[in-house]
T-cell receptor, first 117, second 111 residues
């Protein structure tokens, strides 16, 4: 099956720094990728839709200047948490659509755990 | 996308069938029912999806009522590794393809 990877798997940073998380589709091309955030014991919350070659579409209430998304190729999308603060500590998960697939199944990465001190 | 309602938690004995219900009474005619699961601290995993017919694959069976207002995911022989949060999602396939997760059901398979 299709594989999505994320890097890093976990990161600890100081408050005020920026953190970049990579999401890669390893064996398929993904025109569209999605970024989610999940707090402990909560469900996944969709943050934004990442579109290859164009601007990301953010969900209501998500600050686009704080969560920068770049989807420069059909296999890579990056999420940069700028000026991170402790409240940004969360589990960040990406997913990818199989381009051209009518099934609509999404393949999820293993997640990145961000801890901001 | 239509909203779904699931029980917050369920228990199941190992080796027995696990039947997970989902209510989606406001589902539209062109909305599919998808099931994903999330094992602790991992990304969600696709299980199965359907429109109106019952579906079966190597992981599970999906039973959708005739009026499509509810569905049941069946794991025929639950194992300890099936302990996870199961999410029922309805959405229009081929549109934005984004998934909106509800609260899901925490299935605990007991030895």
């Amino acid at each position: 099956g299709a594989v999505v990877s994320q890097h890093p798997s976990r990161v600890i940073c100081k408050s005020g720094t920026s953190v970049k998380i990579e999401c890669r589709s390893l064996d398929f091309q993904a025109t569209t990728m999605f970024w989610y955030r999940q707090f402990p014991k909560k469900s996944l919350m969709l943050m934004a839709t990442s579109n290859e070659g164009s601007k990301a579409t953010y969900e209501q209430g998500v600050e686009k200047d704080k969560f920068l998304i770049n989807h420069a190729s059909l296999t890579l999308s990056t999420l940069t948490v700028t000026s991170a603060h402790p409240e940004d500590s969360s589990f960040y998960i990406c997913s990818a659509d199989l381009s051209g697939s009518w099934i609509g199944e999404q393949f999820f990465g293993p997640g990145t755990r961000l801890t901001v001190l | 996308d239509a909203k779904t309602t699931q029980p917050p938690s369920m228990d199941c004995a190992e080796g027995r069938a696990a039947n997970l219900p989902c209510n989606h009474s406001t589902i539209s005619g062109n909305e599919y029912v998808y099931w994903y699961r999330q094992i602790h601290s991992q990304g969600p995993q696709y299980i199965i999806h359907g429109l109106k017919n019952n579906e079966t694959n190597e992981m599970a069976s999906l039973i959708i009522t005739e009026d499509r207002k509810s569905s049941t995911l069946i794991l025929p022989h639950a194992t300890l590794r099936d302990t996870a949060v199961y999410y029922c999602i309805v959405r229009v396939t081929g549109a934005t393809n984004k998934l909106i997760f509800g609260t899901g059901t925490l299935l605990a398979v007991q030895p």
